[in-house]
């Protein structure tokens, strides 16, 4: 059994387990149903302590997503062995053998976790719409304000009241803008001379949404880049 890790596209960790197996021999009948039950035994006790090196690998980091590699049934088998919290994070699974190279599986590996990612990504963005479609419930009141916000400007005016518990930012997204230092008020808008909020002056940026994220993260919101655009 292979262990890999991998961070960013390459190879972090890499453990390698054999299973030590009972000499075989050709002797048939009884024998031979001894010999397979042992050889089972081997196999089985491989895969527990397999489980227990990978759940002791994530217990010391974290991992987001995991992708098995092997036959079927050792997929599943190894899967039983898993603890839940392990299970849950299995994100895919393909046919390999000991003939699969390395570079193989870390490459249908990466690709099984980059779709993960998409679907998680595209799932979150929906989620995303259909909290911006939703109206103010009566019942909070005049001052009810919607659960998201879309739009550049409509979020940095929510950054800079400090009312964002999340923010999506679709990847390599820029616009140039003002920051205002006195009220910290953050906009995509020219300001001019006087901010229209405190009156001092503001100062022109070349990515208001640099100055966004810096802003979301000093209130502990939970920031998230996205392919798709919210």
């Known amino acids: 059994a292979r262990i890999l890790t991998l961070f960013l596209g390459e190879m972090e960790h890499h453990e390698q387990r054999r299973a030590e197996t009972p000499p075989h021999h050709q002797r048939g009948g009884w024998k031979q149903m001894l010999f397979q039950r042992d050889i089972e035994g081997h196999v ?3 895969l527990r302590e397999t489980a227990r090196a990978a759940t002791r ?9 995991i992708v098995l ?4 049934e050792i997929r599943a088998r190894l899967q039983k ?36 990612e998409l679907r998680e990504e595209a799932k979150r963005v929906r989620e995303f719409v259909e909290a911006c479609a939703r109206r103010p419930d009566p019942s909070w009141g005049r001052s009810a304000r919607a659960r ?36 910290g008020l953050l906009t995509t808008s020219s300001l001019g001379s006087l ?19 810096e802003r979301a993260h000093e209130g502990r919101a939970t920031i998230e880049f996205v392919t798709e655009s919210p």
Do not use: K, M
Not at 167 to 173: F, V
């Open 44 to 46: 089985s006790a491989h």
């Open 57 to 65: 690998l994530f217990d010391q980091r974290p991992l987001t997503r």
């Open 69 to 72: 590699a092997g036959s079927e």
């Open 81 to 116: 062995y898993l603890p839940l919290r392990l299970r849950e994070r299995v994100t895919g699974a393909f046919a390999a053998d000991a003939r699969t190279t390395q570079a193989e599986i870390v490459s249908r590996a990466l690709a099984i976790a980059h779709e993960a």
């Open 148 to 183: 998201a916000v879309h739009g550049v400007e409509e979020t940095l005016q929510a950054i800079s009241e400090g009312r964002v518990q999340r923010l999506l930012l679709r990847r390599g997204l820029r616009y140039s803008g003002a920051v205002c230092d006195n009220c």
């Open 195 to 213: 901010c229209p909020t405190c009156s001092s002056t503001p100062r022109s940026v070349p990515d208001i949404l640099e100055y966004a994220v």
